[in-house]
């Protein structure tokens, strides 16, 4: 059996601190599955830029020129860590044959790649890498993050507790994956739903080696609120079971009003009134706020826009339909 070519996908924002320390030991890694002979000697390491506003492009191009080990890829802006590793992704599947996404800072523990591909060469077409523990996490961060996980998975999305975006993917899985078109990406809800024989692997989650989180609370939110919204559409199905429960409560209270009425026992009755017109105002307005989510994420989807836009790379692209719309262009001049 020929060796499976690995590629570690591994998205870095302002990372300038953290990437001289961690890039050695992506480097080491795949060094020693090859030595163990599990993987390839044609594997590398593919960092993607996104958008970084310190050295870290200039960093990655020095890596790449000293050692071939070190691949990287820049987009034209900073758009953010889901779609920086899809653009990683979306590269990496036509150079190889699996891929492990992980963060740049070291929080993941890299040793649990070893047991990935193992599972890989048994037969996963998925790995996903799952936190056992987070100890060092803070305390806030650890119950908003497990309980995340446990309300999106009410909402009926299918999601691997624990995991994040360290898991190993093949490029067959990959492939299919490239059919999913939609613009609001969360991935870790999205590998799920493309199938594939799947397992999963444990690892203790440390502390970022330096540098700082780039995941501010509302980003948090922020990614979250687009986790659910992007996988399941039980937050309108709620307003509509709310809009019964009050339709038929409404239905008593009417009935309840004539009678007093027609027994005279009428009050002024300006404080319920009150109480209602806010009660019934403020519900109105979150579930117009939930719908507009989610006509937002339809506008946005119409619109078809690129997900990322590549404005450099350390590697050779592969003779696609563009590449030969280059050469063409070159010769125009003649
Ligand atoms: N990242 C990115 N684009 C961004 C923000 C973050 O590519 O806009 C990368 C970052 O460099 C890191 C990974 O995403 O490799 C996870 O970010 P971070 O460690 O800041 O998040 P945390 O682990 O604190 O949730
Ligand atoms: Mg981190």
Known sequence: MTKPVLYIVIPCYNEEKVLPVTAPMFRDKIGSLVNN??????????FVDDGSKDSTWQIIQKLSSENEVYEGLSLSRNRGHQNALLAGLMEAKGLCDITISIDCDGQDDINAMDQMVEEYLNGAE??????????TDTFFKRFTAESYYKLLRKMGGEIIYN??????????VLNE????????????????LVGFKSTCVYYERHERLAGESHYSLSKMFALAFDGITSLSIKPIRMITGMGISFAVVSLILIAYVLISFFCGTTVPGWSSSLISVCLIGGIQLISLGVIGEYVGKIYLETKRRPRYIIAEQTYKTQKTGNADADEETEEKPE
């Open 163 to 172: 995991h994040a975006d360290y898991r190993l993917v093949s490029s067959r």
């Open 37 to 46: 002979g599990k993987i390839s000697s044609k594997s590398r390491v593919l």
């Open 126 to 135: 998925i790995v996903y890498g799952v936190r056992c523990k987070r100890d």
């Open 177 to 192: 994956f490239a059919g999913f078109e939609e613009v609001n990406i969360f991935l870790r809800g999205m590998f799920p």
